[in-house]
């Protein structure tokens, strides 16, 4: 999708391990938020941002971390990683602003065994 | 607090058959908007429409209508003359900004249309 960059775009991780899921816009949006997509549950918000500095949880912050230190990146923290969390994650990038649509990443897979 | 559902969870149709998604909302604020998407088997998801709480016209776009209802608060999707490209999952999605910060999604129904 035009502008937004997830990055890895799969990943196996062990219980207990940490890692980051990048997101990156250079489309200089205000809004940016995370999702995660398990199978009959559709996305769930997990932690939203409405401009840099500030972040917000959503309906399923548990066990994730984010920050917004600048308009482009919104990184999400699995600080210690659990097999709950296997799941497919999505970051979407909105306009304040502009009347446009918002925009998804191509989506993070992952398994964490 | 807001809610999306989409009861159907599965849905085939015979190709070329006419096929309605269902999507019900809940909310308490007047101005929303309301969303569909695709995701097909590659797994991206594809922004369909987009439509606000004041304006509740159908909107055709090819083989594609939507039905806003706010007195059943009801955003359906009607796909005709279905195609094997149509096969996916649709998800309807509520929000309270036009540009979509924080969605609410239905759990979605799977299409499979069959040749």
């Known amino acids: 999708n035009a502008g937004v960059t997830q990055t890895p775009k799969f990943q196996v991780l062990k219980t207990g391990q940490s890692m980051t899921l990048q997101c990156a816009q250079d489309m200089n949006h205000e809004y940016m938020s995370w999702y995660r997509q398990d199978p009959g549950m559709g996305l769930r918000l997990i932690h939203y941002s409405v401009g840099a500095g500030i972040t917000d949880q959503g309906e399923v912050p548990n066990g994730y971390n984010v920050s917004r230190s600048t308009t482009e990146d919104f990184p999400l923290r699995l600080l210690s990683a659990a097999p709950s969390q296997t799941s497919v994650y999505f970051c979407?990038?909105?306009?304040?602003?502009?009347?446009?649509?918002?925009?998804f990443g191509q989506g993070t897979r992952l398994t964490v065994v | 607090a807001q809610k999306v559902t989409q009861a159907q969870t599965e849905i085939s149709v015979v190709e070329k058959e006419d096929v309605t998604l269902d999507c019900v909302y809940e909310t308490r604020d007047t101005t929303y908007y309301l969303f569909w998407y695709k995701q097909p088997p590659s797994g991206e998801l594809v922004f369909l429409i987009r439509?606000?709480?004041?304006?509740?016209q159908n909107e055709i776009s090819g083989r594609y209508s939507w039905n806003f209802q706010k007195s059943t608060s009801s955003f359906n999707f009607t796909i005709t003359a279905s195609q094997v490209v149509d096969s996916a999952v649709y998800f309807c999605a509520l929000s309270l900004t036009n540009t979509g910060n924080q969605f609410y999604f239905g759990t979605g129904t799977s299409l499979t249309v069959i040749p």
């Open positions: 439509r606000n709480s004041f304006d509740e």
């Open positions: 979407l990038s909105g306009s304040r602003t502009l009347n446009t649509e918002a925009f």
